[in-house]
Each structure stands twice: as C-alpha cells, then as structure tokens.
C-alpha cells in the first residue's frame, strides 16, 4: 500500500516563500503532483511532474512555485515563493503510476493523496 506523508506549510506573510515537501512509498509512480484546497471551494492542482522530469503548472502559480522530485529519496518537493493570500489553502500531494490520463496540473484522478499539509499567507 502506498503512503504519501507531507510537511513543510506554515504560516507566512504575502511575498513570503515556504517549502512543501512530500515523501512517498510502496510504488514506483509515473505522476506526482500537488492540487490545494480551501472549504467550500472546488480542489484545484497546482503543479505535477511525470517520471522524465516534465512539469506543468496552473496559470495561477506559474512563475512562482518550482516542482520538482528526488528520486533516490522519493520525495516531492513544491518551493514556493512571491506567495499570496490567494495561495492560502490544504496543500496536498498526489501519485499514480497510471499514465492516463496524462501528467499535468488539471488532472484529477490520482490513485493516492497524502493527508495534507495547511500554508496560510496573510497580508
């Protein structure tokens, strides 16, 4: 069974930066990704990267968050900076060694999430 375990949120004040870190086990995933979420609203993906390296971001944070994933020590990582009240949210990884359907911050369907990690920014 695979385990995603994050860490890293925080509270920071807007144009601040934190770091999200995920560790996984159990599987040899093909996609990795964050996706956020606040109550009451709809979860919406922020960044994803597939086994070759290829990232994708939402237009939201493009420019502001770097994704990126160590391997050897299966952990995900999410830097972000320039942050913003907007960013304010559960921040959450997800994983799946499925290819489908793609690799990108849209997708939606990941077999694992981890349970969470909250990043508030206040102004």
């Known amino acids: 069974q695979a385990q995603l375990v994050e860490s890293g949120g925080g509270s920071v004040q807007a144009g601040g930066s934190l770091g999200l870190s995920c560790v996984a086990s159990?599987?040899?995933?093909?996609?990795m990704a964050w996706f956020r979420q606040v109550p009451g609203q709809m979860r919406e993906g922020v960044a994803a990267i597939n086994s070759a390296g290829r990232t994708n971001y939402a237009d939201s944070v493009k420019g502001r968050f770097t994704i990126s994933w160590d391997k050897d020590k299966n952990t995900l990582h999410l830097q972000m900076n320039d942050l913003k009240t907007d960013d304010t949210a559960m921040y959450h990884c997800a994983a799946d060694w499925s290819i489908n359907p793609g690799c990108t911050a849209a997708r939606d369907t990941f077999k694992y999430r981890g349970q969470g990690t909250q990043v508030t920014v206040s102004s």
């Open positions: 159990g599987y040899a995933f093909y996609c």
